[in-house]
Structures are given as structure tokens and as C-alpha cells.
């Protein structure tokens, strides 16, 4: 863990230890930068059969909750981008969970190249945030490779998963009722 988004001293740490994890979360900090070496570098960490769960890679709307730097409140920034760019560069095997603002779940093996097709135009919109982010709404199924939470509960059901799923329409329905009270 690093006091600061400067985490140089805890990579050299992790480059001389070499451990591999099964299981990383990846929850960055939502510029570009720290979102994509938190990916690189939880792709480097992960041992064989692992898997990486990335946070916000499919923010609901453009605007301010995709601001490059930081806006108090909601926030996915552009981890939205590094995501695409990561699985486009390297290829694993991913889909991503069509809840709380976009989950990722990337394995360390190879897959399909989701570029496939994609790339040229990805490239052509990549560098203004709002016009990716218009981009990866339209064509969100393919290149995130998205699924609903019910499909996802379907395939990969456990106590945990229906665990998290209760608490997650919990979350959600406080939240309402406070909207609804306040307003």
C-alpha cells in the first residue's frame, strides 16, 4: 500500500518478491496514468489460473463522472479507456459485469482479439474521452464483452456471488429511498 498515487517503491518491492496473487482487485485511482499501470501491473502479479476484477470500466453516462481528473462525488474518470486499451494490447480473456459502474474480470490467459475490427476506429476516438466514451456505449456488448449480473449469476453461481448480488440491490435501494426522502 502507498500513502501517495507515486507507488514506485512498492512495484520495485513486488518486482524483487515476484509473488503471484489468484484473485486482484483493481480499483485506481480514475486518470488514464494509474489506471493503466494498476492494470499492467496486476497482470504481471497474476499467477496462473488467477483472475483481476476491475472496477468502473462502464461508467453510465459521459460528462463529469469521466472527467480526466478528479471530481468529488461519483467518479469512473477514464478508467474506461485504460480498460479497452488493456484488453485490446493484451488479448486475455475477459468479460466484463454489466453492474455497479462496470466490473472487468480479466484471466491470464489469451482470447480473442476484441481489437479485432475495433482497433482502428478505437484509435481514431480514443483521444478525446467523451467521443471513446460515446464510442464504447454503442459498441459496448462486443468490446467489453459484456454480460448482465443474471447471466453472469447463472454461469458462475455460488454462495458468494448471490451474496454480493443481495448486498449490491440493498446498496441500491437505501440509496434510492435517500434520494426519495431528501428530494
Known amino acids: 500500500r502507498s500513502a501517495s498515487l ?16 489468484d484473485v486482484i482487485l483493481v480499483d485506481p485511482f480514475h486518470d488514464y496514468e494509474c489506471s493503466r499501470r494498476d492494470l499492467d501491473l496486476a497482470f504481471r502479479l497474476l499467477g496462473e489460473g488467477g483472475t483481476i476484477v476491475v472496477h468502473d470500466v462502464l461508467p453510465p453516462s459521459g460528462g463529469r463522472i469521466i472527467s480526466p481528473s478528479f471530481v468529488p462525488g461519483s467518479w469512473c474518470g477514464l478508467t474506461f479507456l485504460a480498460f479497452v486499451d488493456f484488453v485490446m494490447d493484451e488479448r486475455p480473456v475477459f468479460f466484463t ?13 489469451r482470447g480473442d482479439d476484441v481489437g479485432r475490427g475495433w482497433r482502428d ?4 476516438v480514443r483521444g478525446d474521452h467523451e467521443e471513446a466514451f460515446r464510442f464504447l456505449s454503442r459498441h459496448r456488448v462486443s468490446l467489453l464483452n459484456l454480460q448482465t449480473a443474471r ?11 448471490r451474496t454480493y448480488l443481495r448486498e449490491a440491490r440493498r446498496l441500491r435501494a437505501a440509496s434510492l429511498f435517500r434520494r426519495l426522502w431528501k428530494g
Open 6 to 21: 507515486d507507488i514506485a517503491p512498492c512495484v520495485a518491492e513486488l518486482d524483487r518478491r515476484r509473488p503471484r496473487y
Open 97 to 109: 459485469v454489466d453492474c455497479d459502474f462496470g466490473c472487468g474480470i480479466v484471466t491470464r490467459h
Open 121 to 124: 476506429e478505437w484509435q481514431k
Open 151 to 161: 447471466d453472469f449469476v447463472k454461469k458462475h453461481d455460488s454462495p458468494a456471488t
